[in-house]
Nanobody, 126 residues
Framework: QVQLVEPGGGSVQAGGPLTLACTAS????????MGWFRQAPGKERAGVAP????????NYAASVKGRFTLSRDDVTNTVHLQMNSLKPEDTAMYYC???????????????????WGQGTQVTVSS
């Protein structure tokens, strides 16, 4: 089993930055794809950014590309999602997830993931 904990989240003004962190424990972490998803009220959970085990393997949803940066630290078993130039439409519950042995093309698909964190709220005000 893999446990995912996501401290952080919070409220921020539009245009501001915020960083989310997700720390994994339990089963093997370094070989897993890690991803961030978000779900706004009344909407489906959607992929934001996954990152694999290979340097440069991160991917981004079109809505966040150029504004969000995902990185991982296999020493501390932590992934960080640096979010810049936040917009009100980025407001959502953000979830960290872990997947075993998936391809790059599957990284933004929530059905590919085996483990989920409890979620952390991000609110962007205009």
């Amino acid at each position: 089993q893999v446990q995912l904990v996501e401290p952080g989240g919070g409220s921020v003004q539009a245009g501001g930055p915020l960083t989310l962190a997700c720390t994994a424990s339990g089963a093997t972490y370094s070989g897993m794809c890690m991803g961030w998803f978000r779900q706004a009220p009344g909407k489906e959970r959607a992929g934001v950014a996954p990152i694999g085990t290979v340097l440069g393997s991160e991917n981004y949803a079109a809505s966040v590309k150029g504004r969000f940066t995902l990185s991982r630290d296999d020493v501390t078993n932590t992934v960080h999602l640096q979010m810049n130039s936040l917009k009100p439409e980025d407001t959502a519950m953000y979830y960290c997830a872990a997947a075993i042995d998936i391809g790059w093309a599957e990284g933004l698909d929530k059905r590919s993931y085996n483990y989920w964190g409890q979620g952390t709220q991000v609110t962007v005000s205009s």
